[in-house]
């Protein structure tokens, strides 16, 4: 019998059939492992425009007919409650490589998810949970694997469904995290979705939750691959995109805002006129490479040289980004525009997109996650596997398997 009807969440289908309707109070254990962090969350289902104040939430009223909403088109959006969200960070261990190594990523996983389940279970106090979400590429395969296995041990000894979640689509239900409902914020679809993180570039459009069309991507290196393997070449360690923001805003300005820039460097802006939505950036990294190898020993080590790249570096990606993204939003008539991913936590990037959008006078509306859900974490994986448990896309537990270029449609 399925689980939940067996612990009273009542179903019904939407008045429009979309989607069924469930009770408030669904908890989801979520799991992430596709990269270098180990993440664990617990997230519950609140309706709509309800506080967890409210009298019409929980207690008597929280199976009752009245407390029901949907997550389907036209329909109100769901909030979610964030019961616990637990990062196990690697970078310190993959620092000295400049980079992500799979394999020693895969043993810290291993090593990491029971300490991190057992601290997100305390931390909540060991609620009754309904589902659990795992995390199952795109990513690295050894590490997609950790968090498969772990997490069908735990749905088989807590006899519980298991969901299947693509990571790209967590970075973009990211923005759901920290919803409001003030009017004129609702993110409306369809909207334009530019997905930045360390392994991947896509423009996404964004109809409704699930469904999605790919409109272009990176034909090389990512966005954040280009940030990390820049900062690698100027020696600033990793993650790269911190450390060149970092870099990047100690450039001093001068009157009227010209930059006293020094060493003049240019770097390409590529593909930024082509009439298409994909991108490239390995390139970038090569300019930067060639910049900085062609430099006397002194300039190499001068921290305005460095600093000078790292903002150049740094403003051609965010160039790119921002013309694409606009272009994208423009040709498919999106009502929003949504960022995700790691490079999203990019203060500039941000700034950037919402100057342009206010100077052109757009009609966007434009969304992105809090800097703590733009890079990986559970939360962002529970909510994902929400939409996915409402589309009805669970699968048996033994036909759940890693797909490291797995594509979200
Ligand atoms: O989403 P994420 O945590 O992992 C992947 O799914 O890849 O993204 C990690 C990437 C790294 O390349 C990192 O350098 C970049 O996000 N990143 C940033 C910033 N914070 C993280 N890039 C630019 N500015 C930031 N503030
Ligand atoms: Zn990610």
Request: with cysteine; glycine share 8%.
């Amino acid at each position: 019998m399925n689980p939940h009807t067996k612990r009273g969440l009542t179903s019904l289908k939407s008045a429009s059939g979309a989607y069924p309707c469930y009770g408030v109070g669904v908890k989801i254990l979520a799991i992430e492992t596709s990269c270098d962090d180990t993440c664990v969350a617990i997230v519950e289902t609140r309706p709509p425009h309800q506080t967890r104040t409210s009298p019409a939430f929980g207690g008597a009223k929280r199976r009752s007919q009245s407390s029901l909403w949907c997550g389907g088109k036209g329909q109100k959006q769901p909030r979610f409650d964030i019961l616990s969200n637990i990062v196990s960070s690697q970078v310190e261990i993959h620092r000295k490589w400049g980079g992500v190594y799979p394999t020693l990523a895969k043993r810290e996983h291993q090593k990491n998810l029971p300490l991190v389940l057992e601290k997100t279970l305390k931390k909540t106090k060991r609620p009754k949970i309904d589902l659990i979400a795992i995390t199952v590429g795109p990513g690295l395969d050894p590490c997609l694997w950790t968090g498969i296995n772990f997490a069908k041990k735990l749905a088989k000894d807590w006899n519980l469904p298991i969901i299947p979640v693509n990571h790209i689509e967590a970075h973009i239900l990211a923005n759901w995290l920290n919803i409001t409902t003030r009017p004129g914020r609702v993110i409306r679809f369809p909207a334009t979705c530019l997905v930045v993180s360390g392994g991947h570039t896509q423009l996404i459009l964004m109809k409704d939750f699930g469904n999605y069309k790919i409109l272009g991507e990176t034909r090389d290196d990512a966005a954040g691959e280009c940030l990390d393997k820049t900062a690698r070449i100027l020696g600033l360690g990793y993650p790269g995109g911190p450390a060149i923001a970092n870099q990047a805003k100690k450039i001093r300005r001068g009157p009227a805002s010209t930059d006293l820039s020094r060493y003049k460097i240019q770097l390409p802006r590529p593909m930024i006129n082509q009439k298409n939505y994909d991108f490239s950036f390995s390139g970038l990294k090569t300019a930067v490479l060639y910049n900085f190898k062609t430099q006397p020993q002194r300039i190499r080590k001068s921290k305005k040289y460095i600093r000078e790249i790292c903002k150049e570096t740094q403003q051609s990606i965010i160039d790119v980004l921002i013309k694409k993204t606009i272009k994208a939003a423009k040709d498919y008539k999106a009502e929003s525009i949504i960022l995700g991913g790691g490079v999203s936590a990019n203060k500039e990037l941000r700034k950037q997109f919402q100057q342009r959008i206010q100077k052109e006078k757009l009609n966007f509306r434009f969304r992105v996650p809090s800097f703590k859900f733009c890079t990986d974490n559970a939360a962002m994986t529970g909510i994902a596997g929400y939409y996915v448990w409402l589309r009805d896309e669970t699968k048996s537990w033994k036909k759940i398997k890693a797909d490291a270029n797995l594509k979200i449609c």
